[in-house]
């Protein structure tokens, strides 16, 4: 069943309107009729199912039904180094999916991508957009936030109860992600970093080590970014949640 996100809080037989690209998708590629079923997610992450009716020359949709919201039993923020293109779109869509709650994109001396100040509000809108489409197909009940690009001396400013750090080397140092969640049963937030194409350089990984980040190891195997992103993010994810 396809899912919406809407503005402002839904009420029960009151109808709700749709903005002019969700009205495309519904009227012109789902090719949806009068009294089909959607989702509808609320800004106060109320999940509804809602019947489609044409009001006034428009169509709208009607909630009937209240629903429970699945909600991720840990918080986890992945501080991803900026990557290429489609590598990147793919890393900001596959995590959504998989249960991060934001991304904070980093700038490191490594990284190949230049972003100019000029492109980034554009740039912004269009990763949330992805995520936010993310979040619909798969049924979460709440948005992945985006933030601004960041150099790592700024990531002091996000709060978590546990910060790792997983790069090249860090399997011959860190603790194996398995173990460090069989052993830290009780965390609730976690930020977790993933480097560029490069790597981090060592002057780079002394910063996170003194802002707190402890070494994880993702396995044996030096993974491409966005498939150490993925892992990451879908390891803490299913071992928290089970």
Not at 15 to 21: A, I, R, Y
Not at 45 to 69: N, T, W, Y
């Amino acid at each position: 069943m396809q899912q919406y996100f809407v503005s402002g809080t839904i009420r029960l037989q009151e109808p709700v309107l749709f903005n002019d690209q969700q009205l495309h998708h519904i009227q012109t590629v789902l090719r949806m009729k009068e009294r089909g079923q959607i989702r509808l997610v609320d800004e106060t992450s109320q999940v509804f199912i809602a019947e489609l009716h044409h009001q006034d020359g428009c169509m709208v949709a009607i909630p009937i039904r209240k629903i429970e919201a699945v909600t991720n039993r840990i918080s986890i923020t992945l501080a991803l180094a900026l990557i290429k293109g489609e590598r990147w779109d793919y890393a900001l869509q596959k995590c959504s999916e998989l249960g991060v709650e934001s991304i904070q994109p980093l700038i490191t001396s490594r990284c190949v991508v230049k972003l100019k100040a000029s492109d980034l509000q554009k740039k912004r809108q269009r990763w949330n957009r992805i995520t936010m489409e993310a979040c619909e197909q798969c049924q979460r009940a709440d948005l992945v936030t985006v933030n601004e690009p960041c150099a790592i001396s700024q990531l002091s400013a996000l709060s978590a109860n546990v910060k790792l750090l997983a790069y090249e080397n860090a399997d011959a140092t860190g603790e194996h992600i398995v173990s460090f969640v069989k052993n830290h049963p009780n965390v609730r937030s976690i930020l977790v970093a993933i480097g560029p194409e490069g790597g981090f350089t060592a002057s780079e990984v002394k910063q996170f080590h003194e802002q707190g980040f402890q070494n994880i190891s993702l396995g044996r195997r030096i993974l491409r970014a966005e498939t150490a992103a993925l892992s990451a993010v879908n390891l803490l994810s299913l071992l928290y949640e089970n």
